[in-house]
């Protein structure tokens, strides 16, 4: 199958950083050095743009929110972009700052062909909060530069690309200050016009590295790329444009995030069951919070959820300026079978979200469940609380659910036991030893037997004192 690639390139990304933690378009500009390097579109609006000086610009907009450039949350984002992204494709490559590569021709008939996966392509971004520009294109260096271009060029067979490559103005390339001067000097406008002159004369003149991005979009010469590999956790920060007062704005923010964990859980075929997060303070320490489900899961919903207990029953002891999300354990998510109408997995998610929201809103130590233990004796078989991550197991139907908290002696006629009357032993015996180990030892007979009233209770003869009989629990 040939290769077929797509860019991505994030031109608003300095932005981007600040305003997807806001559901709405901030007055806000980005400043780099002494000048303005970005500006929202409300900005815009106010006649602020780029490459003014941040005092010429609180002239036409005193309300304008400037802030520093942070190239660190850039290259954090543009990584979470490429941990997401190997959902869509095996090979992911980051070109910093701006862009990003992926492998698509073995991706096509998995999504449907390319529509379907430009589609879910898009809305994964979209649920970002991201602005991009994007091309598909067979060689990876061509790719980058119709999407330096402007972006939306969709060309899948090589015969066309030289003839599409040509009409690109020269400014898509990487060149020198030096190289740019000496190519408008020769009037030389597009890549048709570099491409019509020998190779070897352009590379003497201006440089190998013009004549080596010319081969490489062209698949003339190897292109060797990078592949991304994600880390086996995930740390995101989220920097705020404006201090948020109140938890809606935080929980806003929250979802963006998660939305970058869903994305690596996906790609990981991974889930998590405990999500630690940062609120960060201007003048005071931080926030923080431990959001836990009861097993493992990538469902942005659920933790949203147990997020919004956390915050109801967290005041805010100053405005969040930005957000921290860490998830140090990323687990296994195992399928289940599925249920015909699903009413099985509908019952257990409500169940869970309902012990998780409870375990938020009244405390960790306030739920608890129980679990199991690998001991054959009755009364050690469980413990509580349940560790993370225990799987319960099925009770048997031999076993009843309510143990008493220590065997009650019985009274014993004829050799059988009386409780409110004889009882009539109905199943057993069922023989129990063990506990050497600890010299905790037992040897029993249980045996499921019936009372006069109709109760079910669950016995037994201890062998080693005969004669003496116990009521251990009863069956509902």
Known sequence: MALLWQALRFPELPLDVFRRGCADEPLMAVIDGQRLLAVSRTAAAEGVCPGMRPAQARSLCPELQLVQRKPHLEQDSLRRLADGLLQFSGWVSRQPPLELVLEIGGSLRLFGGMTGLQQQLNAHLQQLGLHWQTAVAPTAAAAGLFCRAGGGTLLTQRAALAEQLAALPIQVLE????????????????????????????????????????????????????????????????????????????????????????????????????????????????????????????????LLAVANERLQRTPLKAPVTGLILEARHLLPLAARPADLLQQGQAARMSWQQLTERLGARLGDTAISGLGTAPDHRPERAWHMPAPAGDRQQTASPHRPLWLLPEPKPLACRDGLPEHRGRLQLCQGPERIEGGWWDGQDISRDYYQAQAADGSRLWVFRDRRHPGRWFLHGYFG
């Open 175 to 302: 060149l020198t200050p030096e190289q740019t001067r000496a190519l408008s000097g020769l009037g030389l406008q597009t890549l048709g016009d570099c491409l019509r002159l020998p190779s070897a004369e352009l590379g003497r003149r201006l440089g190998g590295t013009l004549s080596e991005q010319l081969q490489r979009a062209l698949g003339e010469r190897p292109d060797p790329r990078p592949s991304h590999r994600p880390r086996p956790v995930f740390h995101g920060e989220l920097a705020l444009p404006a201090a948020a007062h109140d938890s809606t704005a935080v929980l806003f923010a929250l979802q963006r995030l998660l939305q970058d964990l869903r994305a690596l859980l996906i790609s990981l075929q991974a889930g998590v069951q405990r999500v630690h997060l940062q609120l960060q303070h201007e003048d005071h320490a931080a926030t923080l919070l431990l959001l836990g489900l009861q097993d493992p899961s990538r469902d942005v919903e659920r």
